[in-house]
Structure formats: structure tokens, C-alpha cells
């Protein structure tokens, strides 16, 4: 077995790899770059003049990886270092300067002008190539003592120590280190915290621009949230999670940092609390209640489906769940929607928003609903099966009923395939809820991968794809793992046999 799940964890860093790189390669090479602007409100507000317009484009460009820019400053300082007498101006002799440091440094760097003032820029379009070895190169960030480099604090320490600090008790406490905190503990999921190892999945570009990905699916959503916060200057109403704790400068603090923190202090920079839930919690609120109403629907349904089979009752229900699977997903969505709504349910999520629990009944009920026809046609079938079964037989000469002989024994087999598809089913409507979230209005992943996409928020696309490939990939090998521990007869190996 321990054999078998190394194979699969190595088949499946390959999958993780093949699938993120196909969509880093489409997105970014088959997505037009200019459609980001569209979505950027400060566009026109920089944006004003062609100068002003050419710039703040290829800084963007360049945050997000399509080039490497040098504006007119930058360049002049480059080149300087060839030749001291270079300016920014935009004249002849400061050109031919230009030319020869980009004709020097080459590796694919152009020399442009600005159109108004005349003065020059450089840029080197990145190949998609480097591109996807820079994402996988920056992906995984370790936090140590040594991560930070800030000449403005030269007597920054540098040390890693468990302290029962004021503000959150026991912690493995970092200085030098990029997080203050690198092992909590609090009362939230999953309860023990770490900020040893982070993913880097990018930075949102143009929706919740300057923010990494990773921190817009797992913060908190809606208005800030203000509650009693202990800082090391004393308790007070805060919306700062504390926990939260990263670098700062202490030349750049300011007098509320100074306030909470005391001077000197290099740990003031800090995320939000807020009212309401994540992204990634409200898909898995929904999804894991949608797997639940699936579950409890499903398994009566498919083996009272079994036990009666060829009579009206298998008959007819087996005609309504055709039918049911059959129907357009958007149909029966919003028919849910309209009925629901008319017996007092909100047909649309910020009507009531997520500190109301009937926000979330429609979009959970949808998902649970969607996966009953075809898991309680799966029970029947495989019932059937086992009815014909030597251990079934036996049970019936030993003259027990067909209720006991479904219920104590086909039922307990059946569990074993059910169990192992479990995690794979919470997984999909947690992930694949694109549709029944948008079309709620509904502030969970599924919603935001569609909204990023409208959006060409390629850095959020490719987090996405990355984060949903790698849970797929551990809900199959879960869902391998629990039916070894329903079943222990199942062996798992390395060639896929039991």
C-alpha cells in the first residue's frame, strides 16, 4: 500500500504539473492582453495622456509576467553604469547610448520612445516558457529568518522561538522572518495554523487587484469586522486580525502602528477580520450539505429502488430519474430557483446575504438534488448485482428476510464503491458549483473562476485550475484510502489491482 500511494502522489504532482501548465499556456498566450484594462477602474484615471497610458500599461504588463520594463529612469540608471554622461532626455546622443546598452545586453530587450516627452523605455517580451518555469519556481515560499532584506534595518534579529505571546498565546515566533507567527494555534479551522510553507499563486490583476490569489479565496468576505483585539500595547476595538501579523518596515510605520505596537516594532502590517465567510468556505458550506442531501435522497431511494425491482414503484421512479438526468442542469436550477422563491426562499444570495441561513438553502439543495438521479441508479444497479451474489444466497437458506438480507448485508457491500466516491463528490460541488453560483449570485470559488475569466484575470485562472486539480487529486486518493478501511480485504498496489 505504501508503495501504491507514492506512485499515486508521483502521478499526481505530474497531473498537477500537465493540467496548470496547459491552462498557463492558453491563458496567457490565447487570452488577448489588453481585455485586463477593461476590467482596471483606474485605467482612465492614470491613463490620461499617451505617455502616461504607454507606462501604466507596461507596468502592468510587466506585473503580471508578459515583459520586463524599464522606464525612462530605470533605463538611464542601467545604461549609466556603461556610460555615466547618459540622460533622460530624449535626444540623439542619448539614444545611440541607448542602443548600444540594449544592443549589449541583448536576450530579446527593445528600445522604444515615449510619444510626448520623448524620453525612452525598454521592454523584452517573456516567453511563455519562462513564464511557466517562474511560476513553479516561485510556487512553494519558505519562510525563514533570513527571508527579509531591509538595509533601512540593519538591527533587525534574526530567530525563531516558541513564545507564549500576549496577543495569541502560545506560537512558534519569527523575526527576520517574512510572518510573525509561524505556528498558531486558535478557534479556527482547522485550529492549528502554519506560516512555514505558503503556496504563491500570483497576484489578482484587475478584480481584487494587488492581492494574492490564495488570500482572496480565504478572506473573509462582506464589511470588516470589529471586535476586542489584545495587541501589545493593550486591548482595543479592532478589525486587525492579529494573527495576521507580517513585515513592515519600521521607517514606514505610521502613528496607529506606533499606537498598537509600539515603536520600533517591524510586525504591524496586517490583514481584516470580517462578517462573513470566505469564498472557499461558503462553496464548502454549500457543497458539503448539497453531498448530504445527495447521500441521505440517493441510498433509500436506489435500494427500496433494488429490493422492489420490475414493479411499479422501480418502474416509475426509474422513469422519473431518467428524466431528471436528462433535463437541461440550467432547467432544473431554475425551477428549483422559482419554486423556492415563491415559498419565501431568496432567489438570489446578497438579498439576505451569508449571515442569514436561507442563503444558502436553494444553492445546497440545487447541488444535493443534481447528484441523486444518477447515485441512486448507480445503488440500484449494483444491489441488483449482488442479489445474485453466493454470500446472498446463503443468507437467504439460512432464512433471513429479503428486508434483513438488503438492509445487514448487500447494503454493507454496497457502502464500500459509495464510500470511496465520497470525497470526489464533495470535491465536485464544492469546485463545480460555477453554475448554480452564478446564477444565485453566490460568492464562492465556482462564481469567482467563471468572474475571472470574464475578467482576464489570468493570475486567478491559473490559481484556480491549480488549486481544483490538486483537491481532485486528493479526494480520488482518499476516497481509495477509506475503502481499504471499509473493506480490509481491499489491497491497494502499485498496479491497480486489489
Sequence with gaps: MK?????????????????????????????????????????????????????????????????????????????????????????????KIYEDYIKKIGNGWKLYQFKESKQFYAVRQVPVYERVFGFYANLIQVDHPWVIKDSSNKNLKRSISIENDPSVGWSLVGSGTRHKYLIYFNGSFPFIHQNIITLNLGTSYPTYANIPVLQVITQGQGQTKTQEVQFPKGKKMSSVNIYSRTYKSPSKADARDIANYGEGDAYTATENNYQYPSMIVNSSIIGLIGVIISYALALPLGAYMARFKNTWFDTGTTAFLTFLLSLPTIALVYVVRLVGSSIGFPDSFPILGAGDWRSYVLPSFILGILSVPGLAIWVRRYMIDQQSSDYVRFARAKGLSEKEISAKHIMKNAMVPIVQGIPAAILSVIVGATLTESVFAFPGMGKMLIDSAKAANNSMVVGLTFIFTGLSIIALLTGDILMTILDPRIKLSSKGGK
Design 3 to 95: 508503495k501504491y500511494i507514492f506512485m499515486r502522489i508521483l502521478r499526481s504532482l505530474v497531473s498537477i504539473f500537465l493540467v496548470t501548465t496547459l491552462i498557463y499556456t492558453i491563458v496567457y498566450t490565447m487570452v488577448p492582453r489588453r481585455l485586463i484594462f477593461k476590467q482596471d477602474p483606474n485605467y482612465n484615471k492614470i491613463a490620461k495622456t499617451p505617455d502616461s497610458k504607454d507606462n501604466y500599461e507596461n507596468t502592468i504588463y510587466e506585473r503580471m509576467g508578459y515583459i520586463d520594463y524599464y522606464d525612462s529612469k530605470e533605463l538611464q540608471e542601467k545604461a549609466s553604469k556603461e556610460n555615466s554622461s547618459v540622460t533622460v532626455e530624449g535626444n540623439a546622443t542619448n539614444k
